[in-house]
């Protein structure tokens, strides 16, 4: 493959993949998307160093709020207080932070294109469930303690309250608007002194499209294959899905079989959705015991017997990481 690699979308699964493929030699194209940015992200102290080391910068969000304790009220028992590291950032921030040092307009046709949004090649999606979430901005109560993010589960969804500065935060609803869900919250309700109107809605249901690759293309970032915030790191996820996409890029572009290639791309990433859901059962079926609460177990169950059948189906991996490439393993030391 003659190397010239257009990306299609924004977000950290494309900078992350144009800054592995460009210390390649790859030369790379963008096309940047138009798709709404999240207001607040909580980026865990792993997905942080995950993303330093992609980077090399290793003081990267170091002066930003952090996160050093998480309370969580699940279904019906108390509060459980644990430790938690993780900084504050917006998506616009992270998106400044991680921009392409340099990246030429789509000129002609590209030797390969890495999708991060919409239209996708191949577009039919694997979706289980239907979550609609909403944000709110939110002023903190004066008697709410510092560095700490809330979680609770409600009669009809649940609620995770981020602060992100002295006094201020973001509440995340999902499953209902933020003060329909507040009503039922008698952890996270106290909390919150005045609460702002809520933003646009959008979906938290777990997903991925059914074909992930093809003749010349990757799927890849949110757009491609979404967690669900349950439990999940969804930037950590999307950073780990463009190391694996720029090592299948830069595996092709040395002469290893395409096709073999994306297909252990496309076996990867189902494989972390199944896990994902996989975690995300007991959740659901401790949450509660509405209507709302059964539903939403059975389809993260009915996701993972899909995804149990679906990745039974997929071939044996051939290719290994090491670092930042992949390795036939026939040949690995």
């Known amino acids: 493959m003659t190397a010239t690699v257009l ?4 977000g950290v699964a494309v900078a992350a993949a ?3 493929l460009g210390k390649a030699g790859i030369e790379i194209a963008l096309e940047p998307g138009t798709r709404r940015l999240v207001p607040v992200i909580m980026l865990s102290d792993p997905a942080l160093a995950l993303l330093r080391d992609v980077f090399g910068k290793p003081h990267l969000f170091a002066d930003r709020p952090r996160i050093e304790r998480r309370i969580v009220r699940w ?8 430790p938690h590291g993780a900084v504050v950032i917006s998506e616009d921030d992270l998106a400044a932070a991680l921009a392409p040092a340099r990246a030429l307009p789509p000129a002609g046709a590209p030797s390969f294109t890495i999708h991060a949004a919409a239209p996708f090649p191949a577009q039919d999606m694997l979706r289980f469930g239907e979550r609609l979430s909403s944000t709110a901005r939110v002023t903190l109560a004066p008697h709410a303690p510092p560095a700490t993010c809330w979680i609770e589960s409600t009669r009809d969804g649940w ?11 973001w509440l995340l609803a999902i499953g209902g608007v933020p003060d329909a869900l507040l009503a039922q919250a008698s952890m996270i309700a106290p909390l919150i002194a005045a609460l702002g109107p809520p933003g646009h809605s959008f979906d938290t249901s777990p997903r991925m499209l059914a074909k992930l690759s093809g003749d010349n293309w990757l799927a890849c970032g949110t757009a491609a294959l979404a967690f669900d915030p349950i439990c999940g790191d969804g930037t950590a996820q999307a950073t780990r899905e463009a190391i694996l996409a720029s090592a299948v890029v830069t595996a092709i572009a040395r002469g290893e ?3 073999a290639l994306c297909s252990h791309y496309h076996a990867m990433l189902l494989a972390s959705l199944r896990r994902h859901l996989q975690l ?20 993260a169950r009915a996701g993972y017997d899909a995804t149990t059948a679906l990745l039974g189906r997929q071939p044996e991996p051939r290719f290994s990481l090491s670092g930042f490439d992949l390795i036939h393993r026939d040949r690995a030391a």
């Open 18 to 20: 144009a800054h592995l």
């Open 280 to 299: 995300s059962l007991p959740f659901y079926a401790g949450g509660g015991t509405s209507s709302w609460w059964q539903d939403q177990f059975a389809t």
């Open 257 to 259: 079989d395409p096709a």
């Open 159 to 169: 609620l995770f309250l981020i602060p992100d500065g002295p006094g201020s935060a």
């Open 7 to 10: 990306l299609r979308g924004q």
């Open 75 to 82: 279904g019906n028992g108390n509060p459980v207080a644990m």
